[in-house]
Each structure stands twice: as structure tokens, then as C-alpha cells.
């Protein structure tokens, strides 16, 4: 059976959520395998409304097997807090797994991850100050602390000694600021080992074996792409791409037989960093209020705009894109006239894919084509053949820009609120 990788295709915050949420019913395994807690995925489904951060959105089906990959930095207190709302609302979390590889988001990243933004000043690149950046900058400088760390106390210890007397240096001397206690860390994430001990597994081999039992396994993207280090919007940037799947889960790409992007019927970003279709006019501020567009994680708003089909051609290049899921399709029901980005302008030059450099995608002019809008409530429609000539129109040419089919369009946040275009394997 085939590995599904769901992906971002424009700054995060697409849908995801719902997306891997509604395909779990149909797999053995979902996988959650880049990101940290900086990520959101909300999921409205017959338990109420949550926000996911950590654990992967299949969690709602007690059948599934929901994996946090060794390519996923875990905040432990925040971890623990979201399997205690589940608990909370009689959701049973045992279904979860961690990988022992994973590695930690300590109290120091997330100070350093605050003094680093202010540092910046007006050059700040937005992050959520969730210490994700600094976690991720350790595990790549071969400072880091992992989830197996915890569960040998004495060695635990040693580690936790010599890393913290390094940044307690940085902190104290570089930014003014008090030095976090060797004794304290250490007995508050003894208690968090102990506590997530039972969740902690080979998550690799797991992986492995279901998909030789010919399970189908489903696997959780976090932000998007071009928020990717290294195909992003650099330095506002944060995520991985489709390829992550193979380093932040240990598995062959060969094993992936589809990849569906996530695409928002139009456009929108957290943070700072450059977007060519952003509207700051009454526009804009219509689609964040029906679109409801406020980080899950931090609540702020987001910077909203039409649909950019050129990050989302670019994107589906670099992902290898099988089929598109839309999302907040309805959001659109209302505008007379939508408008497309189909190209960016620059000083008389015509662009077709991102530039590189953000300081002159920062310059980049939107090149817009306009499509008629269709003015009718699409949350009730479940067939795509009903809905209106124009909004048929509408995903036909997002398929043509993207370069590949349509599989859903989400009219609303329920998960019935979709329309099937083609199942995804």
C-alpha cells in the first residue's frame, strides 16, 4: 500500500488539519514528520474544535496510529498539555508514538528565540518564539537534547550540564539576562521522561513494518513550503518539503506513491518576509474576517491575499505534486470579480517563478488575471458538478496554473463540508 505525503503549497496555515484528518479514517498510520509547536492544525469534527500542534490530526481515530517523527522538535510541557486535553474531552491519546530520535525544545531556545527577534528590530523575521529555530540550529551544531536522553537520567545529566553552562554563557553575558538553574531543568525534565516514557518507540521500524503489511500510511506535513529552508522565502523560513519525509521519519522516498498539496483558494501568511499578492486594502481585511485567518498558534493576524499561482507552480515543482486539495473554497462565495496572480513584474522583467533573493521578491509586482466570481453560498454543496459554472471555472484554472488535478475542495470546516473530486489512493 502507498505512503500519502499531505504538504503545504504556500506559507502554512492551508487546511491541513482537516485534510489529514478526513483521509485517516481510510489509513493504518498518520505521521507527523517536520515542525515543532510553532505549527497549527485546527480540526472540527463531532468532539468539538482543536488546536493541534504537536500531535498528529489522525489522533481522532482510535484505530490509527499517530507517530511524532524523529524530524519534529517537541516542546515536552507543550506536548503533554495537548495529550491532557485530549483527555480532557475523553479522546484517548494511546494510539500515540514518539520517536526516541526526536529531538527537545528547551527553555533556553525559547528565551533565546525571543532576545534573537528582539535583536533584529525592525529586521525581525516574525517567528512564533516557540524556540523551534534555536532547537533545530542545536540539533544541526550537535548540541542537542532527545527524547532518549531523558530516559537515562545519568547521562541526561552530564548533557543537560555541559549544554546549559554554554548558553547560560550567552545568556547572561551576551543578553543581560539571568542564568536558567542545572537542578531545576534537570528534575522538571526527568518528570517529563518519566511521563512520556510510555509513548517512546523505534518510530522507524514501525513505519517500516505497516507499510510491508501493506498498511497505508499517511504523512502529516507541517507550515509550507515556502517556508522550506532552502526553497523558502530565506530567512523567513522554517519547514521542510515533501523530500523531509525520508530524513524526519527514516523511510525510503521510494515509498511514496502520492503527494497532495494543500492549497487555500487564495493566499495568506504569518510572520514577516515578502508576499507579492498580499492586500492591504478592504479586500484584505473581508478575507481575514470570513476567513477567520488568525494563527493557531499566536493568534495574529494574518496577512491575506488572491490566489499566487506562481509560489504554487513553483511549489508543486519542487514537491512533485500528484493532486491539489483547496481549501476555503466558501471564503471566496461573495467577491463579484477573484482575482488570480499569474506572473510577478519587476522594473519591465516578467517573472514566472520566485526569485531567490526575498529582497527582490520583496519588490515584485503581482501580475493579475480576473475571474468572474460566482455569488452564491457553496458551504452545502457536495458534488462538483453543482456548483456554479464560474466556481467550477475557478478550480479548473488553479489545476491548469499548479499543473496538476484537483482532488477536493473544502467548502467549509466540517468534515462533510468537502467535495470530492477523485479519491486519493
Known amino acids: ?43 472540527v469534527n463531532q468532539f468539538g474544535e482543536f488546536q493541534m500542534h504537536l500531535i498528529p490530526s489522525g489522533i481522532f481515530h482510535p484505530d490509527v496510529i499517530c507517530i511524532i517523527g524523529n524530524g519534529v ?33 528547551m527553555p533556553y531556545h525559547i528565551l533565546l528565540d525571543g532576545l534573537e527577534e528582539e535583536a533584529r528590530g525592525s529586521g525581525a523575521i516574525g517567528t512564533t518564539r ?22 537515562d537520567k545519568e547521562s541526561f545529566r552530564k548533557r543537560l550540564g555541559f549544554v546549559l553552562e554554554y548558553k547560560n554563557s550567552i545568556l547572561t553575558k551576551l543578553y543581560g539576562t539571568a542564568p536558567l538553574s542545572l537542578d531545576e531543568l534537570y528534575q ?43 526553497f523558502g522565502t530565506y530567512p523567513y523560513v522554517t519547514s521542510a518539503l515533501s523530500g523531509g519525509v525520508s530524513l524526519g521519519l527514516g523511510m525510503s522516498p521510494a515509498k511514496i506513491t502520492e503527494v497532495a498539496g494543500v492549497f487555500k483558494a487564495y493566499t495568506t501568511r504569518v510572520g514577516g518576509g515578502p508576499m507579492p499578492t498580499e492586500l492591504k486594502d478592504e479586500y484584505g481585511e473581508i478575507l481575514r474576517e470570513r476567513g477567520h485567518e488568525y494563527g493557531t ?32 473554497f466558501d471564503i471566496l462565495d ?73 482532488c477536493l475542495v473544502s467548502v467549509g470546516p466540517g468534515r462533510d463540508q468537502t467535495i470530492i473530486i477523485r479519491p486519493i489512493p
Open 1 to 43: 500500500m502507498p505512503a500519502i505525503a499531505i504538504i503545504g503549497g504556500q506559507w502554512g496555515d492551508e487546511g491541513k488539519g482537516k485534510i489529514v484528518d478526513l483521509l485517516s479514517e481510510k489509513v493504518k498510520v498518520v505521521v507527523r514528520f517536520s515542525g515543532g509547536n510553532n505549527a497549527g492544525h485546527t480540526v
Open 130 to 151: 516557540k524556540g523551534v529555530g534555536p532547537a533545530f540550529a542545536d540539533k544541526t551544531s550537535r548540541m542537542g537534547i532527545r527524547v532518549c536522553d531523558l530516559l
Open 73 to 105: 522538535v517537541i516542546d515536552a510541557a507543550a506536548l503533554l498539555g495537548e495529550i491532557e486535553t485530549l483527555k480532557q474531552n475523553r479522546i484517548n491519546a494511546s494510539n500515540l508514538l514518539i520517536s526516541d530520535r526526536a529531538h527537545l525544545v
Open 334 to 406: 461573495e467577491f463579484s470579480i477573484i482575482k488570480i496572480c499569474t506572473a510577478y513584474e519587476i522594473d519591465g522583467a516578467v517573472y514566472t517563478r520566485p526569485p531567490a533573493n526575498s529582497a527582490l521578491l520583496e519588490r515584485c509586482q503581482p501580475v493579475y488575471e480576473e475571474l468572474p466570481g460566482w455569488q452564491c453560498n457553496t458551504s452545502g454543496i457536495r458534488r462538483f458538478e453543482e456548483l456554479p459554472p464560474q466556481a467550477q471555472a475557478y478550480v479548473r484554472r488553479i489545476e491548469e496554473l499548479i499543473g496538476c488535478p484537483a
Open 188 to 230: 522538571t525534565y526527568c518528570e517529563y521522561g518519566e511521563r512520556l516514557a510510555p509513548f517512546v518507540r523505534e518510530t522507524d521500524v514501525i513505519v517500516r513494518e505497516a507499510l510491508e503489511r501493506g498498511d497505508q500510511v499517511l504523512l502529516e506535513g507541517a507550515q509550507g513550503t515556502m517556508l522550506d529552508l532552502d
Open 297 to 328: 498558534t499566536t493568534g495574529r493576524p494574518r496577512r491575506c491575499g488572491w490566489f499566487d499561482a506562481v509560489i504554487t507552480r513553483y511549489s508543486a515543482d519542487v514537491n512533485g505534486f500528484t493532486s491539489a486539495a483547496i481549501t476555503k
